[in-house]
């Protein structure tokens, strides 16, 4: 069973197009991350969110994390060709490791 | 910063055969962190050590797996003997004090 669970796991659009991202679980988290991860890289990190209820923005893309800190979401605004990639969610369970999501893989094409 | 640092980028081996990977972290980073990635089950953590000490190794799949960090600049991450099931991107990452976790390349592996 996997902790993290993310939806959807594919999604192909269009450039300009509006999209959201889901990351859910049962379990209550300290704090969760997202990162990207391009063809042939490593993951790099996006965002941290620790409060319930927060909402995060980083240029075109808004992160909020859920208010029981169970949950999250990435909105993309107008996506283009290079955010083209496999998007991950992490939790953290207090001071212990990440557990990450298997990944929504986005292709945004011209 | 050169970033951390994994070799080799990709490695194909037949199955029984001895693997070594290998990782440099950033340097002044106390954590690093060996991830496995496949298809089916996603990033999974195997071992991470503090201060080159391993703290938590439950993720190793089983005993043919095995990981040192002689120092705080170098780590490796053993498999021996290989089996095709253990073909993956295997991850290296480091931090400081269990915050930002930067990634390596990563290392694919081919067990034929």
């Known amino acids: 069973t996997q902790l993290l669970e993310q939806s959807p796991q594919f999604l192909s659009i269009q450039e300009g197009e509006n999209l959201t991202v889901y990351c859910n679980s049962s379990?209550?988290?300290?704090?969760l991350q997202w990162y990207r991860q391009e063809p042939g890289e490593g993951p790099v990190l996006l965002v941290t969110?620790?409060?319930?209820?927060e909402v995060k923005k980083l240029k075109r893309l808004t992160f909020q994390f859920g208010d029981a800190r169970k949950d999250s979401s990435l909105h993309i605004t107008a996506a283009q060709p290079g955010d083209t990639g496999l998007y991950l969610c992490a939790g953290a369970l207090g001071y212990s490791t990440l557990t990450f999501g298997k990944g929504t893989m986005l292709l945004v094409s011209p | 910063d050169a970033g951390v640092i994994q070799s080799p980028r990709h490695e194909v081996t037949e199955m029984g055969q001895e693997v070594t990977l290998r990782c440099k972290p950033i340097s002044g980073h106390d954590y690093l962190f060996w991830y496995r990635q496949t298809m089916m089950r996603g990033l999974e953590l195997l071992i991470y050590f503090n201060n080159n000490v391993p703290i938590d190794d439950s993720g190793m799949p089983e005993d043919r797996f095995s990981a040192k960090m002689p120092n705080a600049s170098f780590s490796t991450l053993k498999i021996q003997p290989s089996e095709p099931r253990d073909s993956a991107v295997y991850f290296c990452a480091s931090s400081v004090a269990q915050e930002t976790q930067y990634f390596g390349p990563g290392t694919r592996l081919l067990v034929l």
């Open positions: 379990s209550v988290f300290s704090s």
């Open positions: 969110v620790v409060t319930g209820g």
